[in-house]
């Protein structure tokens, strides 16, 4: 007998989705006993619980994925571009639902099972470098900008200026280094060192994180 966890199970949540359909076929055929461990079961809407039970057994919900629906969503028909198509409005029997799957399932809060301290945020303002601010502050007037390379950096709207932003104060953009030693970076070598203790560093670009690879 083989076990099979499955820790990543909210890429396939979609019942019609390529991945969940060989996810359930693999499952089915090769492993005896399977687990699902994710940190949200319904992320969407109750429509997700649908592929992750039957994974566990197929034939679970002992009726197809329109009936299921049907049972537990309020569904309405509407109209555009000339054909009719379903679209739920809201959940219904949610006590018949939660019977259904308790018996199989288990939650655990985060505190239940490691013993850490209160987070605690705070706030470093970090000033920008001269070269961060040249190309910051023409960004932010004339919508566009030149590196030092002669690369051009442009944004069309508030939401890719934004996140030019973003970019530039971490040293980098798509377009190129805006600078190679920001005051972002500087203020967290600064913050490491004076405390000495690990540390895990979020970054939202790539370039981010190949920045923060310190010695």
């Known amino acids: 007998s083989t076990l099979f966890p499955y820790t990543t199970l909210f890429r396939s949540k979609t019942?019609?989705?390529?991945r969940t359909k060989r996810l359930l076929t693999l499952a089915g055929t090769y492993f005896t006993y399977?687990?699902?461990m994710t940190g949200r079961e319904v992320t969407n809407s109750v429509e997700d619980l649908?592929?992750?039970f039957e994974f566990l057994q197929k034939g679970f919900w002992g009726q197809t994925f329109y009936f299921f629906k049907h049972t537990y969503e309020i569904i309405k028909e509407q109209w555009a571009h000339g054909r009719t198509f379903e679209v739920p409005v809201g959940v219904q029997n949610l006590d018949r639902l939660q019977a259904r799957i308790a018996p199989y399932s288990y939650r655990v809060n985060r505190d239940d099972c490691l013993d850490l301290p209160d987070k605690i945020y705070e706030k470093i303002i970090v000033e920008m470098t001269p070269a961060v601010a040249r190309v910051y502050g023409e960004l932010s007037t004339m919508l566009t900008t030149t590196l030092e390379y002669g690369e051009t950096i442009s944004a069309l709207n508030k939401l890719g200026l934004?996140?030019?932003f973003?970019?530039?104060?971490?040293?980098?953009?798509?377009?190129?280094?805006?600078?190679k030693n920001p005051g972002k970076l500087q203020a967290l070598i600064d913050d490491l060192q004076l405390n000495g203790h690990q540390?895990?560093?979020?970054?939202s670009y790539v370039k981010d994180r190949k920045s923060t690879r310190l010695n």
Not at 15 to 18: A, D, F, R, W
Not at 166 to 179: F, L, W
Not at 199 to 203: K, L, N, T
């Open 15 to 18: 019942h019609s989705s390529k």
């Open 162 to 164: 934004f996140l030019k």
């Open 34 to 36: 399977r687990i699902i």
């Open 199 to 203: 540390a895990i560093i979020w970054s």
């Open 50 to 52: 649908y592929s992750q």
């Open 166 to 179: 973003r970019q530039m104060t971490g040293g980098t953009t798509v377009e190129g280094i805006v600078d």
